[in-house]
């Protein structure tokens, strides 16, 4: 089943290929690093806590939403090492769900997050799987070319804006989640948290205006 964003797929790939194309050097080279590094940790971790990279990979991602990456490692090692939470920085109820994944060597997260396409397929880019693509609202935007959209990446339409990431990945001859990676490293350096706040005020001012 397709959502309101299926006819916009074709716009979301221009707009997706215009944005790589206009990459930096330094925007190529993170992209293209991120998930390889994250891998390597994970297959670290395997190989530490005798632990299948599936379960390494779904640990990390059940507590990456609303956590930032370097709190995401600590916590997962700490959940992965069977010790008690040493910082804050993650929601409790997700920290649970990493826990119960670590008991039961779980390597299929989608039980865990019935109705979260983007903690799944995190756990897929992590475990080593390139051909999927983690829609964030980074990514998200950077696909519409609208810094101020606050798209709700409900299953139907996470599908849609992963289908585009795909199709213009596949057009440029880049893998799926190198490309992700690499357009959400963009889309971060081009508005950051200061500039995205500045323009929700100023949007705001102007709608109360109206």
């Excluded at 190989?47 to 939403?65: F, G, M, N, R, W």
């Excluded at 990456?69 to 916590?75: A, F, H, Q, T």
């Excluded at 920085?89 to 008991?103: M, T, V, W, Y």
């Excluded at 997260?109 to 799944?120: D, E, Q, R």
Aim: net charge positive; hydrophobic share 45%.
């Amino acid at each position: 089943m397709s959502s309101q964003f299926a006819s916009r797929i074709p716009e979301m790939i221009r707009n997706l290929s215009l944005l790589y194309r206009a990459r930096t050097p330094q925007d190529d080279a993170l992209g293209r690093a991120w998930y390889p590094n994250a891998h390597r940790i994970v297959t670290d971790w395997s190989d530490s806590y005798q632990l299948p990279i599936a379960t390494v990979a779904s640990v990390i991602a059940a507590i990456s939403p609303q956590c930032v990456w370097e709190r995401n490692l600590i916590l997962a090692d700490d959940v992965l090492a069977e010790r008690a939470p040493s910082v804050y920085g993650a929601l409790p109820a997700n920290l649970a769900k990493a826990q119960r994944i670590r008991a039961n060597r779980a390597t299929d997260i989608t039980a865990y997050f019935k109705s979260g396409p983007k903690v799944s397929s995190f756990a897929c880019n992590l475990a080593g799987d390139w051909d999927i693509v983690t829609v964030d609202t980074h990514a998200a935007q950077a696909a519409l070319n609208d810094v101020e959209s606050t798209v709700s990446l409900k299953p139907t339409v996470y599908a849609d804006f992963a289908e585009a990431y795909r199709h213009a990945a596949w057009g440029l001859d880049i893998l799926p989640a190198h490309f992700q990676a690499t357009i959400w490293h963009m889309w971060k350096r081009l508005y950051p948290r200061s500039v995205k706040l500045t323009r929700r005020r100023q949007w705001h001012v102007i709608s109360t205006e109206v």
